[in-house]
Nanobody, 125 residues
């Protein structure tokens, strides 16, 4: 089993910044992929960003490119999502996801094995 614990969500004004963190623990295996998804009320859970084991491959959804940055620290088993220039449409619950024994980056929710409990991000206009 793998446990993922997100932190860093909150309320911010439009144009502001937040940094989300997700700490992984348990049986992650020798390598694991990580991703951030988000789900707004009444909408599906969508990919925000993904990162490979080495950090050398990243993926961003079109609507966050240039504003969000995903990174990871394997020594700390932690993935980060730096969110800048936040917009009201970024309001959602943000989820961290992990795919064990994997070195690539993955963008589909069904490709991930484990999920965090989610953290709320609210951007006011």
């Amino acid at each position: 089993q793998v446990q993922l614990v997100e932190s860093g969500g909150g309320l911010v004004q439009a144009g502001g910044s937040l940094r989300l963190s997700c700490a992984a623990s348990g049986r992650t295996g020798s390598s694991y992929a990580l991703g951030w998804f988000r789900q707004a009320p009444g909408k599906e859970r969508d990919i925000v960003a993904a990162i490979s084991w080495s950090g050398g491959t990243t993926y961003y959804a079109d609507d966050v490119k240039g504003r969000f940055t995903i990174s990871r620290d394997n020594a700390k088993n932690t993935v980060y999502l730096q969110m800048n220039s936040l917009k009201p449409e970024d309001t959602a619950v943000y989820y961290c996801a992990a795919r064990t024994y994997s070195r690539s980056a993955y963008v589909r929710s069904y490709e991930y094995d484990y999920w965090g409990q989610g953290t709320q991000v609210t951007v006011s206009s």
